[in-house]
C-alpha cells in the first residue's frame, strides 16, 4: 500500500514532511494519518483553497497566480517552495488543481498539477508535473493524494543522485 510505503521511505531516508494541498483537501495528511507511526514524518499539512490563502500562508505570488492560473505547476511549485520555508521540513508536496467534473478556463476537469519539494544540502530542488484523473470528485481526490506519495520516494533519489550544482 503506497502510504505505507511512504512512511517506511520517509523514515529510512530521514525525511520531514510538510504538505500544501488544494484541490486534494487534506487528503495526503489525511492517508498518511491512517499509518501507525506516521506522526514522526509529518510536520504539517496547509489546506489552502483561495488564492489569497495561498499567498498569505505559503508566499505564492499574485503574480504567478494571474499569469499561469490556480491550477498550474508555477503555482504548485511556489506553494511547494512556502511550505519548505515556512517548516523544518524537508520535503513538500503540493497539490493544486481541478478534482470535479467541471472544466474552468479552458483546463480539463480532473486536472492536477503537483510540486515535490526537497531540502539538499542547503538548497531547495522542485520537480513539478501535471497529470489528469477519472472518476468522482473523492476518487480524483484520493487517486492524486496516492500519486502525489508515490513519487516521493524517486525524485528523492533523483535529488541524492544529482551532482551538486555550484562545486
Same mark, same amino acid.
Given at each position: 500500500?503506497?502510504? $505505507?510505503?511512504?512512511?517506511?521511505?520517509?523514515?529510512?531516508?530521514? &525525511?520531514?514532511?510538510?504538505? =500544501?494541498? !488544494? %484541490?486534494?483537501?487534506?487528503?495526503?495528511?489525511? &492517508?498518511?494519518?491512517?499509518? /501507525?507511526?506516521?506522526?514522526?514524518?509529518?510536520?504539517?499539512?496547509?489546506?489552502?483553497? !483561495? /488564492?489569497?490563502?495561498?499567498?498569505?500562508?505559503?508566499?505564492?505570488?499574485? $503574480?504567478?497566480?494571474? +499569469?499561469? *492560473? &490556480?491550477?498550474?505547476?508555477?503555482?504548485?511549485?511556489?506553494?511547494? +517552495?512556502?511550505? &519548505?520555508?515556512?517548516?523544518? =521540513? *524537508?520535503? !513538500?508536496?503540493?497539490?493544486?488543481?481541478? %478534482?470535479?467534473?467541471? #472544466?474552468?478556463?479552458?483546463?480539463?476537469?480532473?486536472?492536477? %498539477?503537483?510540486?515535490?519539494?526537497?531540502?539538499?544540502?542547503? +538548497?531547495?530542488?522542485?520537480?513539478?508535473?501535471?497529470?489528469?484523473?477519472?472518476?468522482? +470528485?473523492?476518487?480524483?481526490?484520493? #487517486?492524486?493524494?496516492?500519486?502525489?506519495?508515490?513519487?516521493?520516494?524517486?525524485?528523492?533519489?533523483?535529488?541524492? =543522485?544529482?551532482?551538486?550544482? #555550484?562545486?
Amino acid at each position: 500500500m503506497i502510504p $505505507d510505503e511512504a512512511v517506511a521511505y520517509l523514515k529510512e531516508h530521514s &525525511l520531514l514532511l510538510a504538505t =500544501a494541498e !488544494s %484541490c486534494t483537501a487534506g487528503r495526503i495528511v489525511a &492517508l498518511l494519518a491512517e499509518v /501507525p507511526g506516521s506522526g514522526s514524518m509529518v510536520e504539517c499539512g496547509y489546506v489552502v483553497y !483561495s /488564492p489569497e490563502a495561498k499567498q498569505r500562508l505559503l508566499g505564492v505570488s499574485a $503574480d504567478t497566480i494571474e +499569469r499561469f *492560473n &490556480l491550477t498550474s505547476v508555477e503555482v504548485a511549485r511556489e506553494m511547494a +517552495r512556502g511550505a &519548505l520555508q515556512d517548516s523544518p =521540513a *524537508n520535503v !513538500s508536496i503540493a497539490t493544486t488543481g481541478l %478534482c470535479g467534473t467541471e #472544466d474552468v478556463d479552458g483546463i480539463p476537469a480532473g486536472t492536477v %498539477c503537483f510540486a515535490w519539494g526537497f531540502v539538499h544540502d542547503g +538548497r531547495i530542488k522542485i520537480f513539478t508535473r501535471t497529470q489528469r484523473f477519472f472518476g468522482d +470528485r473523492q476518487a480524483m481526490q484520493h #487517486d492524486a493524494a496516492i500519486h502525489a506519495l508515490g513519487a516521493i520516494s524517486s525524485f528523492h533519489q533523483q535529488v541524492v =543522485a544529482a551532482e551538486p550544482v #555550484d562545486r
